[in-house]
């Protein structure tokens, strides 16, 4: 654990899926701003930016936010824009999946994006929660299977009623 109280190894992982409503843009690219760690997108046209790419950043400070900018790739310049704070996210499992609104100037809209970010603040505990709900799973099936065999032995039982009725006559 740092002096933030961020457990060491812990990550924030963004995926850009897609934006939409752009208007009349060139090719655009996702530029990624986090904890001075920055990352980008591969170019796509703006009628068809659909990106699908994962990126991660350390993380050690909580009070840190992501800042994406939307950018049009000729000239570079900032199209759009938005920030998600880490205390946005919510524990447990510290995701969201969302279209966020890109604003221009004077904080107009200017397009959608739709991410996924997750915050892993902790391998153990990221693992631990996956194991839990698998675990939880297993219990509704093996709930729901027992629900099904004690419908098979009834059912069963009033087949044999009906054959040995039969046999007799």
């Known amino acids: 654990m740092n002096d933030q109280g961020i457990m060491t190894g812990s990550i924030l992982v963004v995926q850009i899926m897609e934006a ?17 760690q920055k990352q ?43 920030e998600y704070e880490l205390k946005d996210l919510n ?11 890109l604003k221009g100037a004077q904080d107009k809209v200017v397009g959608l994006l739709k991410l996924s970010l997750q915050w892993i603040v902790s391998r153990v505990e990221f693992f631990n929660n996956i194991i839990g709900r698998i675990e939880k799973q297993t219990a509704e099936l093996e709930d729901e299977l027992n629900f099904y065999e004690t419908k098979l032995k009834i059912l069963q039982g009033n087949i044999n009623k009906v054959c040995r009725t039969i046999w007799i006559i």
């Open 91 to 101: 524990p447990p499992e510290y995701i969201v999946d969302a279209w966020i609104n």
């Open 40 to 82: 980008v997108t591969q170019p796509k046209p703006q009628n068809g930016a659909v990106w699908n790419e994962k990126f991660s950043f350390d993380v050690t400070n909580k009070e840190q936010g992501v800042v994406i900018n939307l950018c049009e790739e000729s000239g570079r310049r900032v199209i759009g824009s938005c």
């Open 20 to 36: 939409q409503n752009l208007g009349r843009v060139g090719s655009v690219f996702v530029e990624l701003i986090f904890d001075d």
